[in-house]
Protein backbone atom coordinates (compact mmCIF):
# COMPACT_ATOMS: atom_id res chain seq x y z
CA UNK A 1 0.00 0.00 0.00
CA UNK A 2 1.54 3.88 -0.91
CA UNK A 3 0.61 5.80 2.00
CA UNK A 4 -0.66 9.42 1.35
CA UNK A 5 -0.25 12.39 2.53
CA UNK A 6 -2.61 12.40 4.65
CA UNK A 7 -2.26 9.00 5.97
CA UNK A 8 1.00 9.43 7.32
CA UNK A 9 -0.89 12.68 8.69
CA UNK A 10 -3.17 11.37 10.33
CA UNK A 11 -0.81 8.25 11.40
CA UNK A 12 1.07 10.70 13.50
CA UNK A 13 -1.67 12.45 14.97
CA UNK A 14 -3.23 9.33 16.09
CA UNK A 15 0.63 8.50 17.91
CA UNK A 16 -0.78 10.65 20.97
CA UNK A 17 -4.74 10.17 20.93
CA UNK A 18 -6.75 7.95 19.61
CA UNK A 19 -9.63 11.06 19.40
CA UNK A 20 -10.95 11.05 16.17
CA UNK A 21 -12.59 14.73 16.51
CA UNK A 22 -9.46 15.74 17.77
CA UNK A 23 -7.64 14.74 14.42
CA UNK A 24 -10.05 15.72 12.22
CA UNK A 25 -10.14 19.44 13.75
CA UNK A 26 -6.25 19.18 13.66
CA UNK A 27 -5.90 18.63 10.09
CA UNK A 28 -9.08 20.28 9.01
CA UNK A 29 -10.73 17.23 7.82
CA UNK A 30 -14.84 15.57 8.05
CA UNK A 31 -14.75 12.73 10.70
CA UNK A 32 -15.51 10.46 8.51
CA UNK A 33 -12.19 11.16 6.28
CA UNK A 34 -10.33 10.41 9.04
CA UNK A 35 -12.38 7.41 9.97
CA UNK A 36 -11.70 6.20 6.65
CA UNK A 37 -7.75 6.54 6.92
CA UNK A 38 -8.26 5.59 10.20
CA UNK A 39 -9.84 1.95 8.97
CA UNK A 40 -7.36 1.46 6.04
CA UNK A 41 -3.90 2.39 8.57
CA UNK A 42 -5.69 -0.46 10.27
CA UNK A 43 -6.23 -3.21 7.67
CA UNK A 44 -3.12 -2.53 6.23
CA UNK A 45 -1.21 -3.00 9.77
CA UNK A 46 0.60 0.47 9.68
CA UNK A 47 -1.45 0.83 12.97
CA UNK A 48 -1.28 -2.33 14.86
CA UNK A 49 -2.38 -0.84 18.23
CA UNK A 50 -3.52 1.53 20.73
CA UNK A 51 -1.13 3.69 23.48
CA UNK A 52 -2.54 5.31 26.72
CA UNK A 53 0.00 8.20 27.76
CA UNK A 54 -0.52 8.12 31.92
CA UNK A 55 -0.73 11.75 32.98
CA UNK A 56 2.23 11.68 36.15
CA UNK A 57 1.40 14.42 37.69
CA UNK A 58 -1.92 11.98 39.48
CA UNK A 59 -0.26 9.10 41.94
CA UNK A 60 -0.34 5.87 40.38
CA UNK A 61 0.90 2.53 41.48
CA UNK A 62 2.20 2.30 37.48
CA UNK A 63 5.43 3.00 36.02
CA UNK A 64 6.42 3.05 32.23
CA UNK A 65 9.89 2.33 32.18
CA UNK A 66 12.16 1.46 29.75
CA UNK A 67 14.82 -1.68 29.47
CA UNK A 68 17.80 -1.90 27.17
CA UNK A 69 18.77 -5.81 26.63
CA UNK A 70 21.87 -7.29 25.49
CA UNK A 71 21.85 -11.16 24.56
CA UNK A 72 25.06 -13.69 24.74
CA UNK A 73 24.08 -14.66 20.98
CA UNK A 74 21.31 -13.19 18.23
CA UNK A 75 20.66 -16.47 16.57
CA UNK A 76 17.28 -17.04 15.49
CA UNK A 77 16.24 -19.86 17.89
CA UNK A 78 17.82 -17.08 21.36
CA UNK A 79 15.50 -14.04 20.09
CA UNK A 80 12.57 -16.46 19.60
CA UNK A 81 13.25 -17.56 23.21
CA UNK A 82 13.64 -14.22 24.27
CA UNK A 83 10.00 -12.92 22.16
CA UNK A 84 8.17 -16.12 23.63
CA UNK A 85 9.42 -14.97 27.48
CA UNK A 86 8.30 -11.36 26.42
CA UNK A 87 5.09 -12.86 25.02
CA UNK A 88 4.10 -14.11 28.46
CA UNK A 89 4.11 -10.74 29.67
CA UNK A 90 2.21 -8.73 26.83
CA UNK A 91 0.26 -7.01 29.29
CA UNK A 92 2.85 -5.26 30.50
CA UNK A 93 4.82 -4.96 27.36
CA UNK A 94 4.35 -2.14 24.79
CA UNK A 95 6.85 -1.91 22.42
CA UNK A 96 10.11 -3.85 21.04
CA UNK A 97 12.22 -2.61 19.14
CA UNK A 98 15.23 -4.42 17.45
CA UNK A 99 18.67 -1.55 17.96
CA UNK A 100 22.10 -1.22 17.59
CA UNK A 101 24.62 0.48 19.48
CA UNK A 102 26.12 -2.43 21.95
CA UNK A 103 22.46 -3.59 22.49
CA UNK A 104 20.32 -5.79 21.09
CA UNK A 105 16.93 -4.43 22.37
CA UNK A 106 14.36 -1.75 23.72
CA UNK A 107 11.94 -2.71 25.40
CA UNK A 108 8.85 -0.36 26.89
CA UNK A 109 7.02 -1.83 29.46
CA UNK A 110 4.00 -0.28 31.57
CA UNK A 111 2.54 -1.81 34.90
CA UNK A 112 2.50 -1.94 38.12
CA UNK A 113 5.40 -0.88 40.25
CA UNK A 114 5.12 -4.86 41.67
CA UNK A 115 5.04 -6.39 38.94
CA UNK A 116 7.89 -4.81 36.80
CA UNK A 117 10.32 -5.49 39.94
CA UNK A 118 9.07 -9.08 39.72
CA UNK A 119 9.13 -9.24 35.98
CA UNK A 120 12.93 -7.86 36.41
CA UNK A 121 13.97 -9.27 38.96
CA UNK A 122 13.06 -13.00 38.33
CA UNK A 123 11.78 -13.52 34.61
CA UNK A 124 14.14 -11.15 32.63
CA UNK A 125 17.18 -12.01 34.46
CA UNK A 126 16.38 -14.93 35.02
CA UNK A 127 16.42 -16.05 31.20
CA UNK A 128 19.60 -17.98 30.55
CA UNK A 129 20.81 -15.56 27.45
CA UNK A 130 20.52 -12.33 29.31
CA UNK A 131 24.24 -10.87 28.74
CA UNK A 132 23.33 -7.03 30.37
CA UNK A 133 20.43 -4.87 31.10
CA UNK A 134 19.58 -1.26 31.85
CA UNK A 135 16.57 0.83 32.80
CA UNK A 136 15.11 3.33 32.91
CA UNK A 137 11.61 4.19 34.50
CA UNK A 138 9.88 7.31 32.96
CA UNK A 139 9.36 10.25 35.79
CA UNK A 140 7.68 13.08 33.07
CA UNK A 141 5.95 12.21 29.21
CA UNK A 142 6.44 15.87 27.19
CA UNK A 143 4.40 16.02 24.52
CA UNK A 144 6.01 18.00 21.91
CA UNK A 145 3.39 19.30 19.02
Known sequence: MKLKRKDIQIANL???TIDI???????NLPKSTVYYHFDKLLKEKIITGYRINLDKSHSYDID????LVALDRLDQKTKMEFYN????????ILDVYGIS??????????GKKA???????????GFKHIKKTYTFFV???VHIQ
Open 14 to 16: LRD
Open 21 to 27: DFVARKL
Open 64 to 67: MIFV
Open 85 to 92: QLRAQKDM
Open 101 to 110: GGWDFLVSMI
Open 115 to 125: DINKFLTYDLH
Open 139 to 141: VEN
